[in-house]
């Protein structure tokens, strides 16, 4: 393990990118870091799943990295995810982001291509060999069509001292106790949003969800509970944002949570880009139904 790594912990959502007529609107941007540096969140994830990175270009993603750490100003922690499928690409956000200075990098396992386990370690290493910063993988078969092994972890902790750890976005509580059995200092976030307060429990030690974009305290607040053993409360925690996990997936991530932040007043649109499309009539009132039973539209106007 490298340094001091006690920040890298608690709630860390994955922000949504917000577009303005088809552009990245960095005004928002910035507004949407500020409301969860003022709300609780741990540290914030820029260019993860939520944020449509396979949609923008690499000056975009750059472009998200300095707006993030600009509008944190050190508060929290500000983590970039810089994989991509290609070497390159990835080479690239991963140098602008280190130089940029991010507390850590979260590299997704390159999708599309169905790399063999040998490949992984070896691209890994390529990309990160140079910089001292922390980094972890970010592993969503679901989305990449490829895992990552056990073997292939402790490969990786062996050759390189700053991979720190995981985003576990995969509904697999064993993987996550054979991983902790081995490497027992290894920081592994929760990526699914039902698994939070399970995948807590067996030892990750906090949430990379999609669902922090809507409520930060409360994400917060169960990470604190786990970490504190007030397990009594965090399950009660989870339980309060059960519906609101599941309403994550009625459609493809961040459809769903982009139609409740604009109705929620964090965004001025669900605006998205092509291939991703917003909300239908259907989902928004399947939507606005789980905000409502949440309570979360009595919160956001008593403002």
């Not at 200075?101 to 790399?115: E, I, K, M, N, Q």
């Not at 990470?223 to 309060?240: E, F, K, S």
Request: proline share 6%.
């Amino acid at each position: 393990m490298t340094g001091d790594l006690s920040r890298l912990a608690g709630s860390i959502p994955p922000l949504i990118t917000p577009f303005r007529d088809g552009a990245v609107d960095l005004d928002a941007y910035a507004k949407l870091v500020e409301f969860h540096v003022e709300n609780g969140s741990d540290g914030i994830l820029v260019n993860g799943t939520t944020s449509e990175p396979s949609t923008l270009t690499v000056a975009e993603r750059n472009a998200l990295v300095d707006a993030a750490l600009a509008a944190a100003r050190g508060k929290i922690p500000v983590v970039a995810a810089t994989g991509s499928q290609s070497l390159a690409e990835t080479e690239a956000l991963t140098a602008h982001a280190v130089a940029a200075g991010v507390a850590a990098l979260l590299v997704v396992t390159p999708y599309y291509v169905r790399p063999p386990q040998r490949g992984l370690i070896e691209y890994y290493l390529a990309v990160t060999r140079e910089y001292d910063v922390p980094w972890m993988i970010y592993h969503i078969p679901g989305r990449t069509a490829v895992s990552v092994s056990l073997d292939t972890v402790l490969e990786l902790a062996r050759r390189s001292s700053t991979f720190v750890g995981m985003k576990h976005a995969v509904n697999d509580l064993a993987f996550v106790s054979d991983v902790l059995a081995a490497l027992p200092e290894f920081r592994i976030f929760v990526g699914l949003e039902e698994l939070s307060f399970p995948m807590m429990a067996v030892g990750a030690v906090g949430l990379m969800n999609a669902v922090g974009n809507l409520h930060p305290r409360i994400l917060a607040d169960l990470c604190l509970a786990v970490g504190t053993g007030d397990l009594r409360r965090a399950r009660a925690l989870h339980q309060r944002m059960l519906e609101l996990n599941k309403a994550v997936f009625f459609d493809t991530n961040p459809i769903p949570i982009k139609y409740m932040m604009k109705r929620l007043g964090l965004i001025a649109t669900n605006e998205h880009r092509l291939p991703m499309v917003p909300a239908t009539p259907e989902l928004e009132r399947r939507l606005d139904d789980v905000l409502e039973q949440s309570g979360l539209f009595e919160t956001a106007f008593a403002k």
